[in-house]
């Protein structure tokens, strides 16, 4: 998957898929699956790092997980989130920590927000000759202002401005666009609205792709339940019955056998 495939597959309405990733071992497993693009997301500081928000996201995180993650990719396409606040510093600063994310093995970043300064900022990283994507909706770096995990664009006004600020995002440059936690119909009509494609993540199954996060798709944590995670694995209970089984065998004497033995 390179850049150009983007636009390629929504002109094709082949739908794009997308997922969440944060070390290499989960890559290497990536790199085998049909799986056509990776996201190094924030969400690394709740689903890895135990915190409560994406707000403790670092670069120093973003910039390890990147590149483990990109170690063991083969041919996935790689973005990788710009954690909290890092394009809201000086010019220069956006720029080395864009740069930083890049060297860490990135092909592209993730910016959240669609204000004015944010949109100028992504256009001024495009023209630079950094792919980015946006994200719109549900953003939870502005959880606290957002106030909570909910949905977003359920009235008109609120619809109306998020149709705005994908447009503005497309004219600034991005080459697809993340929408999280919007109606089915106003995602939609967003996706018909842009030559660029969507991404969504709680989104429906009108927009041009869809993301989820590594730990939710594959029920490897069971307290975080909304509605938009499907999960394909019981991966807890996976996890679960083989420790159990390992301690159970350790205490009963039976591993380690010859077979493991020198
Ligand atoms: O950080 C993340 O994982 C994300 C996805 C949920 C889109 O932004």
């Given at each position: 998957?390179?850049?150009?495939d983007f636009?390629?597959?929504?002109?094709?309405?082949?739908?794009i898929?997308?997922?969440?990733c944060?070390d290499y071992?989960?890559?290497?497993?990536?790199?085998?699956s049909?799986?056509?693009?990776?996201?190094?997301?924030d969400?690394?500081?709740m689903?890895?790092?135990?915190?409560?928000?994406t707000?403790?996201?670092?670069?120093e995180?973003?910039?390890?997980h990147?590149q483990?993650v990109?170690?063991?990719?083969?041919q996935?396409?790689?973005?990788s989130?710009?954690p909290?606040l890092?394009?809201k510093?000086?010019?220069?600063q956006t720029v080395?920590?864009v740069?930083?994310?890049?060297?860490?093995?990135a092909h592209a970043?993730?910016?959240?927000?669609?204000?004015a300064?944010?949109?100028?900022?992504?256009?001024?990283?495009?023209?630079?000759?950094?792919?980015?994507?946006?994200?719109?909706?549900?953003t939870?770096q502005s959880i606290?202002?957002?106030?909570g995990?909910?949905?977003?664009?359920?009235?008109?006004?609120?619809?109306?401005?998020?149709?705005?600020q994908?447009?503005?995002?497309?004219?600034?440059?991005?080459f697809?666009l993340?929408?999280?936690?919007?109606?089915?119909q106003?995602?939609q009509t967003?996706?018909?609205?842009?030559?660029?494609?969507?991404?969504?993540?709680g989104a429906?199954?009108?927009?041009?792709g869809?993301v989820?996060?590594?730990h939710?798709m594959?029920?490897?944590?069971?307290?975080?339940n909304p509605k938009?995670?499907k999960?394909?694995?019981?991966g807890k209970?996976i996890?679960?019955?083989?420790?159990?089984?390992y301690a159970?065998?350790v205490?009963q004497?039976?591993?380690?056998?010859a077979?493991?033995?020198f």
């Amino acid at each position: 998957m390179k850049i150009h495939d983007f636009k390629r597959k929504k002109e094709e309405q082949q739908k794009i898929s997308m997922i969440t990733c944060y070390d290499y071992p989960s890559a290497c497993i990536v790199a085998e699956s049909n799986i056509d693009c990776v996201l190094v997301g924030d969400s690394v500081a709740m689903a890895v790092h135990g915190h409560e928000t994406t707000i403790m996201a670092t670069m120093e995180m973003m910039i390890l997980h990147t590149q483990a993650v990109a170690r063991g990719l083969k041919q996935q396409f790689l973005i990788s989130d710009l954690p909290f606040l890092c394009h809201k510093t000086s010019l220069a600063q956006t720029v080395e920590n864009v740069k930083n994310l890049l060297q860490a093995g990135a092909h592209a970043v993730k910016i959240e927000g669609a204000d004015a300064d944010t949109c100028q900022t992504i256009s001024y990283l495009v023209n630079s000759g950094v792919p980015v994507i946006g994200h719109i909706g549900l953003t939870p770096q502005s959880i606290h202002q957002l106030g909570g995990f909910r949905v977003q664009g359920k009235n008109q006004e609120q619809a109306e401005k998020l149709i705005q600020q994908a447009l503005s995002l497309e004219a600034a440059g991005c080459f697809a666009l993340v929408i999280e936690c919007v109606p089915q119909q106003l995602a939609q009509t967003v996706t018909q609205s842009l030559t660029i494609p969507t991404i969504g993540i709680g989104a429906g199954s009108s927009t041009d792709g869809q993301v989820l996060v590594w730990h939710d798709m594959l029920g490897l944590q069971t307290d975080f339940n909304p509605k938009f995670v499907k999960r394909y694995a019981q991966g807890k209970e996976i996890l679960l019955n083989a420790l159990n089984a390992y301690a159970q065998q350790v205490q009963q004497m039976s591993f380690p056998t010859a077979e493991h033995s020198f």
